[in-house]
């Protein structure tokens, strides 16, 4: 499974950012996918998913400030952020399950909230 991770970089508190994640790697698609946030020293946490039927899961931190979509025509997953805030600093990894229950993660985009 090959993961093409884009979106992440610097925004202010308050601030919005969008990432996105284009995988390949298999003709049957993904049962699941969605996104894990990880800081240093920590292990990876959830932060929201999206089954093939367009059931989505968050993670309360969340608060209502996330939105996680995928196509799956392109085999892709989004997350749009709003109202950033200095805790959501993390790497954000792209999350996909198989049909087989097999789990995959990207290589992550780093995302800075800070003034």
């Known amino acids: 499974v090959h993961f093409v991770e884009s979106g992440g970089g610097l925004a202010q508190p308050g601030g919005s950012l969008t990432l996105s994640c284009a995988v390949s790697?298999?003709?049957?698609?993904?049962?699941?996918m969605g996104w894990y946030r990880q800081t240093p020293g920590n292990r990876p946490e959830l932060v929201a998913t999206i089954t093939k039927y367009g059931v989505t899961n968050y993670k309360e931190f969340t608060e209502g400030r996330f939105v996680v979509s995928r196509d799956d025509v392109a085999n892709t997953v989004t997350l749009q952020m709003t109202s950033l805030k200095p805790a959501d600093t993390a790497v954000y990894l792209c999350?996909?399950?198989?049909?087989?229950?097999?789990?995959?993660w990207g290589q992550g985009t780093q995302v800075t909230v800070s003034s």
């Open positions: 790697g298999t003709i049957s698609g993904f049962y699941l």
């Open positions: 999350y996909v399950v198989d049909w087989a229950e097999d789990q995959y």
